[in-house]
């Protein structure tokens, strides 16, 4: 017995919904929940391979900024150069 639910008990339920819903149906209902279920974890393990991912990436660039000359600070500050026409013309 499951909480107080005998076998028979749930095999009449289980023939009512058969026979309302129909074996098709009730295959295309459960195809459905599976590919669902196996969306998710797929999205899951992707989500975990992202994250790691980036956190190899976001290494690389890190020790691509890294450089030998240690207390050293450089100030700058870029500017776009604006091209004159040419007046040769």
Same mark, same amino acid.
Request: zero cysteines.
């Given at each position: 017995?499951?909480?107080?639910?005998?076998?028979?008990?749930?095999?009449?339920?289980?023939?009512?919904?058969?026979?309302?819903?129909? +074996?098709?149906?009730?295959?295309?209902?459960?195809?459905?929940?599976?590919?669902?279920?196996?969306?998710?974890?797929?999205?899951?393990?992707?989500?975990?391979?992202?994250?790691?991912?980036?956190?190899?990436?976001?290494?690389?660039?890190?020790?691509?900024?890294?450089?030998?000359?240690?207390?050293? +600070?450089?100030?700058?500050?870029?500017? +776009?150069?604006?091209?004159?026409?040419?007046?040769?013309?």
């Amino acid at each position: 017995m499951l909480g107080g639910i005998s076998i028979w008990q749930l095999l009449i339920v289980l023939g009512i919904i058969i026979l309302v819903f129909g +074996t098709k149906k009730l295959r295309n209902v459960g195809g459905d929940l599976g590919g669902a279920v196996k969306g998710f974890k797929k999205a899951m393990n992707d989500g975990e391979k992202g994250e790691d991912e980036k956190k190899e990436q976001d290494d690389a660039a890190q020790q691509r900024v890294a450089h030998d000359e240690t207390g050293k +600070t450089y100030d700058v500050e870029a500017e +776009t150069k604006v091209q004159e026409p040419d007046e040769r013309k």
